[in-house]
């Protein structure tokens, strides 16, 4: 099992910037969209699933390739629930938006795909920080560590996560990790837009 300070120090904005952030954002900035705008559904399924294609190869399996239907239903469906969730409508919506060049066009549909990409990405390095450092044979520095780590991160938490209950956490830590991106997403400057 690791120490909390080195569990700490894996999570910390700057270590997860450099592991994960920058080169989701460089990948972002590198690809090159021709207009802002797209003129039928056609265009933008194709754009947004390249889009999704050349930031999958260039962040999550580095050099490999997927298939374009792959990437374009992976695309529409973040699309889809990015639009449900944080805005208004949904996929149709999301083309409008790429249609008219309205909500930021094309390149908001395609910094939204490389926002969710990232913030996967920053999820399995969260998940893999603690899978390393939470000794899965110890009950009491499971829960030890756990306790510790709500101290030190619980700004960051939902207020559903019970502070006073680290047992709860310490074998099954997802509802942990997920409140804890979630607090990032809405506070840290890993994900700024750029």
Partial sequence: MGSIDSLLAALDERTIAREIG????????????????????????????????????RCI???????????????KEIIERAYRQQRRGGYLDAFH???????????????L???????????YYIRDVFDRHVARNSWEQQVEIIRQFIAACGRFLSPSIRRDQPERYARDYEELIRSYVHGLQQTSNIFRRL
């Fill in 113 to 123: 795909l490389a926002e969710h990409l990232k913030g996967q990405a920053v999820e």
């Fill in 97 to 111: 938006d790429a249609h008219d060049g309205t909500s930021g066009g094309l390149r908001a549909i395609c910094d």
């Fill in 22 to 57: 920058i080169r989701h954002d460089e990948a972002r900035m590198q690809f090159a969209l021709e207009r802002n705008t797209v003129g039928t559904m056609d265009e933008f399924e194709h754009v947004t699933g390249l889009y999704y294609a050349y930031h999958h190869s």
């Fill in 61 to 75: 399996a580095i050099g490999g390739t997927i298939p374009a239907s792959q990437a374009r239903s992976a695309a």
